[in-house]
């Protein structure tokens, strides 16, 4: 049953476009005890289905920007490639730390994003 929430919160989470891998891994790898890298992997096999689902979505209702997207697309897949061959390399609790700290500057640019767009707000009122 964890499972199919576990799915359902992180699916709702990605669709809306705010990382849902992130909730996905956190439960992973907290409330059903798989290794950080396994977490991980499993995530990436999680956003191929859910991306391609938002790709068709926003193909249809016009709101990529393929300018920007073709580029950001080809790093990416650079980057996740780097990622992937770095994070083998590592062991699980440096993994883990270093995914702690993302999280924790996520968190951090999140907070200060929400308190600048209150203060606009306010200000605008």
């Given at each position: 049953?964890?499972?199919?929430?576990?799915?359902?919160?992180?699916?709702?989470?990605?669709?809306?476009?705010?990382?849902?891998?992130?909730?996905?891994?956190?439960?992973?790898?907290?409330?059903?005890?798989?290794?950080?890298?396994?977490?991980?992997?499993?995530?990436?096999?999680?956003?191929?289905?859910?991306?391609?689902?938002?790709?068709?979505?926003?193909?249809?209702?016009?709101?990529?920007?393929?300018?920007?997207?073709?580029?950001?697309?080809?790093?990416?897949?650079?980057?996740?490639?780097?990622?992937?061959?770095?994070?083998?390399?590592?062991?699980?609790?440096?993994?883990?730390?270093?995914?702690?700290?993302?999280?924790?500057?996520?968190?951090?640019y999140q907070t200060y994003s929400l308190i600048k767009q209150y203060k606009c707000e306010k200000k605008s009122k």
């Amino acid at each position: 049953m964890i499972e199919v929430l576990t799915g359902v919160i992180s699916g709702v989470i990605s669709g809306m476009g705010m990382g849902g891998g992130t909730i996905l891994i956190l439960i992973l790898s907290l409330f059903l005890g798989l290794d950080q890298h396994v977490a991980q992997a499993t995530n990436l096999v999680f956003f191929i289905p859910t991306s391609i689902t938002s790709i068709i979505i926003n193909i249809k209702n016009k709101t990529i920007n393929w300018k920007i997207a073709i580029p950001v697309t080809i790093f990416g897949v650079i980057g996740a490639i780097i990622g992937a061959k770095v994070s083998i390399n590592l062991d699980v609790k440096t993994l883990k730390k270093y995914f702690g700290i993302f999280l924790l500057l996520i968190a951090i640019y999140q907070t200060y994003s929400l308190i600048k767009q209150y203060k606009c707000e306010k200000k605008s009122k």
